[in-house]
């Protein structure tokens, strides 16, 4: 495994197309989810300096606070509710320009100002969700949903 994550400068492609294969080459021979989502929350935070970057992983018809790197966060999110659990209710990625116009957002910390949500997909099923959380408004576009939605496909236990 690398012991030092490469980080560049450039555009959001040119950053994720750096970081996608050196997480890819994290994830080999690792088959323990929380493993690799912890390595994937730090990568992301790493390169990208995101306020929060983590997951929640679906346990008992509920979204559970898993891996993460940021502030603190509140841990249960209920099926429908808030931006996660919206996109775990529908399975698909939202991108949320200003959270204060999203109806229902959860606001884990006053500074989120917009924020994603792609799903951990294994076949039809949503497994959890990741979540990213920026400071500024209007952080997150197609080149994020489309990189992010690689970077999950990496996973072992996905599809
Ligand atoms: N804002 C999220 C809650 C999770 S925190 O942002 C970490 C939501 O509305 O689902």
Not at 42 to 59: C, M, S
Not at 124 to 135: A, F, P, W, Y
Request: a negative charge; charged letters at 20%; proline letters at 4%.
């Amino acid at each position: 495994m690398a012991e030092d994550l490469f980080i560049i400068k450039g555009t959001k492609e040119n950053q994720y197309q750096s970081l996608l294969p050196q997480i890819e080459a994290l994830l080999v021979g690792e088959d323990d989810l929380i493993a690799n989502l912890a390595n994937i929350a730090a990568a992301l935070k790493t390169q990208f300096n995101f306020l929060w970057v983590g997951f929640y992983l679906v346990k008992d018809d509920q979204l559970v606070l898993g891996p993460f790197q940021g502030p603190i966060a509140c841990t249960r999110i209920q099926k429908g509710r808030g931006v996660c659990g919206v996109a775990w209710q529908e399975n698909k990625v939202l991108v949320v320009p200003d959270v204060d116009q999203f109806p229902g957002h959860i606001a884990c910390s006053s500074a989120s100002k917009s924020e994603i949500v792609v799903p951990i997909r294994q076949g039809d099923n949503v497994l959890g969700v990741l979540d990213i959380d920026s400071e500024q408004l209007n952080s997150f576009d197609e080149v994020d949903e489309k990189y992010l939605t690689q970077l999950l496909r990496l996973l072992p236990s996905s599809v």
